[in-house]
């Protein structure tokens, strides 16, 4: 692990001075516990999907519902993580999603994930709706020299002008991709969060968003993102610029001929459109489109290594982390994050030693039962 975690303070021990970590071997292990932590509020709005939850459920079903195909008697010695995109190091394909007001879960917030997630080489995506400064995230992160990649996730645009002196802070910060949302030009219908009253807490920093206006719906929707914004972006920032949030085929293919750098297939973590397929279930066709023409990563619903293989056979070349991720910021702080970064990248390592896997390169869509060929 790099050096700023092992700096890190002995997590703080419960009334019978156990670890919080105690007994925590699986992510499934650390959501159980974050229940028992977090208030009724924030677990809502952590936890909870659109409307009914049917694609909440499913992006968790469907990478259920693939199985390994696994071979034996390959050589094993070598296995590595480790790979590359976007012309830069990859130590292994797991980033974290970006995810708003982490402080909900821990007052280090996105500090400590930061922290976290660039000692044992996650890459990150830092949330526009962050609660701490980028600056002071990007400082963190990119100290280690075990890090991954290190992007800004664009969300809520504003006034171009606003958004200029935003994109040039990310570009003096040492940002090394912008991701722009498009999936969710408004939140969805949450019923989980209203039944439990939620609202932001007073005084929650946002120190990356454009001045607050009231709007009405109308004029919500004159200022979602558009093509236009993408290329744009591209004029006006020397960074890579990935779209998080595509999930059609024909969508990619625009995409792919503006040259965007990357494309993340995600439904939001099934929080704004339900009933919108798994993001497994759309990867392929995704992938299909995009023809290896960009970097494709994929969110939503991913809790095993197993996932991880399963997601990379289908045409990604990395995944994103969400949910879990704040489950380990909820219970041990930077600690629990990358305890809950390390119980992944360890069961994907055994995973492609069972699969008789010794480089990422080598899992392609033969890794699955009923599937055969190569990577796109």
């Known amino acids: 692990m790099g050096q700023h975690l092992k700096a890190m303070t002995t ?28 208030d009724a509020m924030s677990w809502a709005y952590y936890s909870g999907g659109a409307a009914d939850e049917i694609t909440l459920r499913a992006n968790r079903a469907a990478w259920d519902e693939l199985a390994l195909r696994p071979r034996v008697l390959r050589p094993l010695a070598g296995l590595s ?34 922290i976290a997630a660039a000692a044992v080489g996650a890459g990150m995506v830092l949330s526009q709706q962050s609660n701490q400064p980028l600056e002071a995230v990007a400082a963190h992160y990119l100290a280690d020299r075990d890090r991954g990649p290190f992007w800004f ?42 039944r439990a009253g939620f609202s932001l807490p007073a005084g929650l920093a946002t120190p990356h968003l454009p001045p607050i206006s009231t709007q009405n719906l109308s004029q919500l929707l004159a200022q979602a993102p558009g093509w236009d914004d993408v290329e744009w972006l591209q004029a006006n920032s020397r960074l890579p610029l990935l779209l998080k949030g595509v999930t059609h085929p024909d969508d990619a293919a625009l ?5 965007v750098a990357g494309l993340i297939v995600s439904n939001h973590g099934g929080r704004v459109l339900d009933t919108v397929p798994a993001s497994a279930t759309l990867l392929p066709e995704v992938a299909a489109a995009v023809k290896g023409r ?5 969110d939503g619903g991913i809790r095993r290594g197993t996932d991880v293989v399963k997601a990379l056979a289908l045409g990604a070349d990395a995944v994103l982390l969400g949910r879990p991720v704040l489950h380990g910021l909820a219970n041990a ?17 055994a995973a492609m030693a069972l699969c008789g ?13 009923g599937r055969t060929g190569s990577r796109t």
């Not at 009334?15 to 159980?32: F, I, M, W, Y």
């Not at 809520?156 to 003096?172: C, S, T, Y």
């Not at 995409?255 to 040259?259: I, M, N, P, R, S």
């Not at 992944?344 to 390592?349: H, I, P, S, V």
């Open 11 to 38: 997590p703080t021990r419960n009334d019978q001075g156990a670890s919080p970590l105690a007994g925590l071997v699986s992510l499934a292990d650390h959501e159980t516990q974050t229940q028992k932590r977090l």
């Open 81 to 114: 993580l480790s790979g590359s995109m976007l012309d830069q190091p990859l130590p292994c394909p797991i980033l974290v999603a970006p995810m708003a007001h982490q402080r909900l879960a821990h007052p280090d917030g996105e500090l400590a994930t930061a």
């Open 153 to 194: 996730q664009l969300h809520a645009l504003g006034e171009r002008g606003w958004l200029r002196e935003l994109v040039a802070r990310a570009e003096a910060a040492g940002v090394e991709a912008l991701v722009l949302t498009v999936d969710a030009p408004l939140n969805g219908v949450r019923d989980r969060e209203r």
């Open 255 to 259: 995409a792919c001929e503006l040259g």
């Open 294 to 298: 960009c970097a494709l990563l994929v």
């Open 333 to 349: 702080g930077t600690t629990g994050v990358a305890h809950v970064l390390r119980l992944l990248q360890d069961e994907l390592a």
């Open 357 to 369: 896997l010794r480089k990422l390169n080598e899992i392609d869509s033969a890794c699955l039962h």
